[in-house]
């Protein structure tokens, strides 16, 4: 079981979150052809190490999370709220 | 007869409390305090089960969970337990326990002669066997194995298995994991600290090795007082920590004592999850076996279980014993023994020097230095000891009724390997001891190699000073410290593993899963040379006890084998759980009615009134049809109504969310395929919703309330995934759109009024809202007022009939319906239910969750034409990829019955006489409302282009084959006559 | 009503209040915060709840408030009123009252049963009064407010007779239950055993 410290709830469960995927990749402009949504949506680099994900806090404050997790240790760092709107505290 | 006896006043038990308890049905008796191994010792039973291999007698080996012999089926109002520790059960009166794997008993065992079949059945013999086709296997093997091996007996569980079960979190600055003197003198200094302290102890009572020493009373008595007067303490006795998962989590499992067990309303297990910030392991060493030929008889105990029986329970595991030692520790039971009264006839110690030996000498027990066992006879109990020197010479015997063993310590490592910790060898304890990253916590005491109870307890309160640093913990405590009691000084000892001399008698080194010195031989010499691949051959420290006695043994013998020091071999790494854990505790209460959570629609309890049967639609509950007729006659009769006269159907379930903002028309546009900044205010439109891969996600219909809110609803299966969907957009892709999304699934009660008279009942109803059709046109929405409730009111129709949708907050939902039912009353307004507003969908082609499964584009249901051309949306850019494109996806069609047979969801379409997969599927199907006859909506590969065929609909599994007529899938009223009437 | 035993067990009420929420608009900002000043509310900050009779209000998402009033009374309806009139360029106002069920939890066990559902460290010395949070119990999504008296619980409406049932079973251990009012928790204070 993963704990995420949230930058707004704090340290919170995994099951409060929503993985919602891969962070590292980044939806292309509209005008981008469908090679590069393509690799935007199914092309994945499955690293060994740092890894950046986003999980959606649903049982909290129903932020984005955008964050760092290790895959081999599962250690979690660089948590930062994703959201445009206001900054959380 | 000689053998085991109580002999003296225990620390636990209480001698004027009998309690009565039967074992393989004979009645016998013991105290309060005991545990069920006690108890049967002081019976003067030895026996204590069959071995799961061999079926050779066996013993009790330990006084703790470290036990590998001594599983007993534990028998209960509740059904048969299998696999239950006699050395950690407590007793209780009116206990019922069996002896395991014994046929037809435990004295006389039939299958005892699988130890003259041991031949055949070797190491790998599984594996072995299985490769070798013929009629071995099937009539030899198989029966034989089926009778012989295994442990407890699992029974099926027959109804309701009622007792209740619970998941308790926790959380502690500090988890300290055993209450011997280290785990107590840390948990003591950090809670002084100030610190949250969790201390978790297996056995019912805290103290660990202090128990066993009365020089440690003393302190323990203060200790557990002071531990009484922090409140930031907890310590949980009974208490098993199953497992490590990083984080700071850690399972445990907590056995309730009788008198909470009935406060719980019978439920004997809890199970924890701990959150900690750090830990602190001081969960001890095993004492560990030696292999040497009939190591298993019964009477063959660990030298510190004879210990702790006499020391706890006032028991004498024997009246003659003799000792099998390699280090100092284990003659603290030769002393105790002795000043008990009981005789010791000989120690036989693998070094040629030791102080303790000197000491036992001195005191006129006869010691055999530089000595080791040979073997052991008798069968059903130790009679005599062979033993003979290392460097050759006679064999002698002693006559003895017990054998104590004791190879040194094992360190309790498996939670912290669980941890990652790398294990290094600690050549002075003949041991590997963890090394915990800093910042996971610590180990102290003989959980890292220590050895004395008093360098233990420092240990403890030197890793605890470490920990509160790192925490960051206030002053150091007051002086309230009780001097530790000095240890005595040791020789070292001499690692020992393996003392049997040939093939000739089992020496094990595993005594659950009948593993040997010659099985690992053996693994070694076909080429598994690697510790976890012998494992895995012989099964050795798979057991239930996951080789605590005996792994390192294991590891030794392999060592040897290979030629290499044991440090190269390494350790067995146990894998949660540290102990069998009953399904149901970690089920927990989430069982049953219980599992999910359920929605209730604000109107329940009128559907109830008026004898709805309900259905779970995802976690709803919802009328599926009123009264509680069986068939399709009741569902048909509701929808009948709806297409002659008027029903009304509640549909709270549907997702709805408010979108407000400056940008809310923006943020739509971006994740409807369809345009919603042009809707007009007062207007809804119906909506479809795409994945970034193009497939469909969602639908429905969307209301603009004012300029910058919007109402959405989502289908109710998909309702919080929308939500979520929303959410992640406007957060991750849309960084500059003002937007406020709001769920208010549960603030409005919705209802549907559909069918040819419903605007007769709306406009009895409603106020403040003119109702012709020119007022208030298909695809309208404005706010009324219904039965003087402010409310909402949309003219969409899900049914293919004239309806209006009415929303109003959820606390005046039964207000609102009742005064919808009154005013229908002219026009025979009536309720309908789920199934009918399915088959009234279907008749209309309308889709839901069947046809939105996941692999369906627009245009694969007809929406080809909603997307729009200009501007970014999800799932605009894969949705247009070439292969979605293709003819001959499957494509949404309707499917008419040709025949008085009934289609069913699932049935394959074929051509002709065709067989296999078919063309195609029945994604949903119903009676049709006006002749009964069978109809549908279906996928067919190149569907549209198909339309007008005759197929075949077949469902092999019930042996159904119907022709069917490919059709459109708006198969009621194409032009929308009705709806817009 | 005389005063509980210190032994009696978890105290649960239901409170029918008016709830509003506020989510405020992009750069809203310290004029949202003058807006509620002028209206006499005041906006907590982050994980923080504030209750002044009959009032409550509290923070469990950045930039959302949720308003608690009695829901009987003019006074009700005046709030939400006001807000869409006096600060709608700056913040969404929506009803709640029916989406929401508040229910209330005092008694010396009520944190201990609560950890029976809640993943949450209810400790009083970590959730103290004044803190508010979003969180999971028995599966479904509540917030729970920290009050002087005892514990406030805010669960969709939909799932408040399952998390009513779930209470009602899990605090059956733990002695004889009571009931409760929502004046009780604006004062006086509870003793709250946790383990
Ligand atoms: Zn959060």
């Known amino acids: 079981m993963l704990r995420i410290p949230c930058p707004f709830c704090g340290v919170r469960d995994e099951i409060e979150f929503r993985y919602r995927g891969d962070a590292s990749v980044a939806r292309p402009a509209a005008q981008a052809d469908a090679s590069e949504f393509f690799r935007y949506v199914y092309e994945r680099a499955n690293p060994l190490g740092w890894h950046a994900e986003w999980w959606l806090h649903v049982g909290g404050c129903r932020q984005l999370l955008r964050l760092e997790r290790h895959t081999l240790t599962h250690e979690i760092r660089a948590v930062a709220v994703a959201a445009a709107a206001e900054p959380a505290r | 007869m000689p053998g085991p006896a109580r002999i003296a006043q225990g620390l636990l038990t209480d001698p004027r409390r009998p309690v009565s308890f039967r074992f393989d049905g004979r009645q016998l008796s013991g105290l309060a305090g005991d545990t069920l ?7 003067g039973r030895l026996l204590a089960g069959r071995s799961f291999k061999y079926h050779r007698p066996r013993g009790i080996v330990t006084a703790g969970p470290e036990e590998p012999c001594a599983l007993v089926d534990l028998l209960t109002a509740a059904g048969r337990e299998p696999n239950r520790l006699a050395t950690t ?48 296997w099937e009539r030899l093997f198989e029966p034989l194995i089926r009778r012989a091996a295994g442990l407890g007996r699992l029974e099926a569980i027959v109804g309701r298995h009622a007792e209740p079960a619970e998941i308790v979190h926790d959380h502690a600055d500090v988890l300290v994991v055993g209450a011997g003197s280290a785990g107590l003198a840390a948990a003591l200094h950090l809670a002084g600290l100030g610190l949250r302290v969790l201390l978790s102890e297996q ?50 499992l907590e056995r309730l004592e009788a008198d909470e067990s009935a406060r719980f309303g019978g439920q004997r297990e809890r199970l924890r999850v701990i959150r900690a910030r750090r830990v602190l392991f001081a969960c001890g060493a095993t004492e560990r076996l030696i292999a040497f030929a009939n190591n298993d008889r019964p009477g063959v105990m660990l030298a510190g279980a004879a210990l702790a029986y006499l020391r706890r329970y006032g028991v004498a595991v024997g009246e003659r014993c003799a000792f099998f030692v390699n280090n100092d520790e284990a003659y603290e039971a030769l002393f105790a023994l002795r000043a008990a009264g009981v005789r010791v006839v000989g120690v036989v110690d693998r070094r040629a020097v030791s102080l303790a030996a000197d000491r036992a000498a001195a005191a006129g027990v006869p010691v055999f230095r530089d000595s080791v066992v040979e073997t052991v006879r008798g069968r059903a109990r130790v009679r005599a000891v062979g033993f003979a020197q290392v460097s050759g010479g006679p064999r002698r015997h002693l006559v003895a009724d017990a054998l104590l063993v004791s190879g040194g310590h094992t360190p309790n490592a498996a939670l912290a390997t669980q941890l990652g910790a790398p294990l290094h060898w600690e050549a002075a304890i003949a041991g590997f001891v963890p090394a915990l990253s800093p910042g996971l916590g610590a180990l102290a005491g003989a959980a890292r190699g220590e050895g004395g109870l008093a360098a233990c307890a420092a240990d403890g309160v030197r890793a605890a000073r470490l920990l509160a640093l790192e925490l960051q913990a206030g002053a150091p405590p007051t002086a309230d410290a009780q001097p530790f009691p000095p240890d005595e000084r040791q020789t070292p000892l001499l690692a020992l593993w393996d003392a049997s001399k040939g093939p000739r008698g089992k020496a094990f080194v595993d005594l659950q899963n009948d593993v040997t010195v010659s099985d690992v031989h053996l693994a070694h010499r076909e080429g598994y040379e690697h510790l976890e691949h012998m494992k895995r051959y012989t099964t050795h420290g798979m057991a239930t006890d996951q080789g605590r006695i005996g792994g390192l043994l294991g590891a030794g013998v392999l060592a040897a084998a ?130 970034e891969d193009g497939m469909m996600m969602d639908d429905g219909t969307t209301s603009r309330l004012a300029a910058d809110q919007f109402l959405v609803t989502t289908t109710t299966a998909n309702a919080s995934a929308v939500l979520e969907h929303m959410e992640f957009q406007l957060q991750a892709n849309c960084p500059g759109l003002d937007v406020v999304l709001s769920d208010v699934t549960d603030q409005w009660a919705q209802f549907a009024v559909a069918g040819p008279r419903a605007r007769e009942v709306v406009a009895a109803a409603v106020s403040g809202i003119e109702l012709s059709n020119a007022g208030f046109p298909f695809m309208a929405a404005a706010a009324m007022e219904l039965a003087g409730i402010p409310g909402r009111i949309f003219r969409i129709s899900f049914s293919g009939e004239l309806a209006y949708e009415l929303a109003v907050p959820a606390r005046q939902a039964e207000t609102a319906w009742c005064a919808l039912l009154a005013a229908g009353q002219p026009c025979q307004l009536r309720p309908y239910g789920l199934d009918a507003l399915n088959t009234l969908r279907i008749e209309k082609g309308h889709i839901t969750g069947a046809e939105l499964n996941g692999n369906t584009t627009p245009a694969d249901l007809g929406f080809a034409r909603m997307l729009k051309a200009h501007g970014d949306f999800v799932g605009r850019h894969l949705a247009a990829r070439p292969g979605l494109q293709a003819e001959e996806r499957l494509q949404l069609v309707g499917v008419r019955c040709l025949s008085d047979a009934r289609l069913r969801n699932g049935m394959h379409l074929l051509e002709g006489t065709a067989v296999g997969p078919g063309l195609g599927y029945i994604t949903s199907s119903t009676p049709a409302t006006a002749d009964g006859r069978w109809l549908g909506l279906a996928l067919l590969s190149g569907g549209r282009g198909r339309i007008g065929e005759t197929l075949r609909a077949s469902s092999p599994v019930h042996a159904e084959s119907v022709p069917v007529r490919i059709v459109s899938p708006h198969m009621l009223d194409p032009e929308n006559t009705r709806v817009r009437a | ?83 869409q009139e006096g600060c709608g360029g700056l913040a969404a106002a929506i009803d709640m009252s029916s989406a929401l069920s508040v229910l209330l939890l005092s008694g010396r066990p009520a944190r201990e049963m609560l950890a029976r559902g809640c993943r949450l460290d209810l400790h009083p010395q970590v959730f103290r009064p004044g803190m508010a949070a979003s969180t999971l119990l028995a599966q479904v999504p509540v917030t729970l407010a920290a009050l002087p008296g005892g514990l406030l619980l805010l669960s969709p409406s939909s799932t408040a007779q399952h998390l009513g049932e779930w209470l009602e079973a899990t605090a059956r251990p733990f002695g004889e239950p009571g009931t409760l009012d929502i004046e009780a928790l604006f004062s006086g204070e509870t003793a709250t055993r946790y383990p």
Not at chain 2, 37 to 43: E, F, I
Not at chain 3, 14 to 20: G, N, T
């Open chain 2, 562 to 691: 290979r030629g290499v020091h044991i440090s190269a071999v390494g350790q067995l790494k146990p894998r949660p759980y540290a102990q069998a854990v009953p399904f149901a505790a970690l089920a927990g209460p989430e069982v049953r009615e219980h599992y999910k959570p359920k929605r209730r629609l604000p109107l329940h309890a009128w559907h109830e009134r008026a004898g709805a049967t309900f259905v779970s639609t995802g976690l709803w509950l919802r009328p599926l049809v009123y009264g509680d007729a069986a068939g399709w006659e009741p569902v048909l009769a509701e929808a009948r109504h709806v297409r002659r006269a008027v029903g009304i159907t509640d549909v709270s379930t549907l997702g709805k969310l408010e979108v407000r903002g400056p940008d809310a028309a923006r943020f739509l546009d971006f994740i409807y395929a369809n345009t919603f900044s042009t809707l007009a205010v007062g207007r809804a439109r119906y909506g479809i919703m795409l994945r």
């Open chain 2, 89 to 136: 059960l407590p007793l209780s009166e009116g206990l019922r326990a069996e002896s395991q794997n014994r046929w037809p008993s435990l004295r006389c065992d039939v299958l005892a002669l699988n130890g003259a079949l041991s031949a055949f059945l070797p190491a790998g013999f599984y594996y072995k066997t299985f490769m070798r086709p013929g009629w071995a």
């Open chain 3, 1 to 83: 009503m005389s005063a509980p035993s210190p032994d009696a067990g978890v105290r649960q009420g239901r409170w029918p209040a008016q709830v509003l929420e506020i989510a405020a608009l992009r750069g809203a900002g310290s004029a949202l915060a003058q807006c509620a000043h002028r209206l006499g509310e005041a906006l907590p900050g982050p994980g923080e709840v504030r209750a002044s009779a009959p009032r409550v209000s509290l923070c469990v998402r950045p930039q959302r408030w949720l308003l608690l009033q009695p829901a009987e009374g003019p006074e009700a309806a005046a709030r939400a009123h006001a807000w």
């Open chain 2, 37 to 43: 191994a006690s108890a049967l010792l002081a019976s």
């Open chain 2, 203 to 252: 056995d019912s009572v805290l103290g660990g090795g202090t128990l066993l020493d009365p020089r440690w009373h003393a302190w323990r008595a203060h200790a557990l007082g002071v531990l009484q007067r922090l409140p930031q303490l907890r310590a949980l006795t009974r208490t098993c920590i199953l497992g490590a998962y990083g984080q700071g989590v850690f399972g445990a």
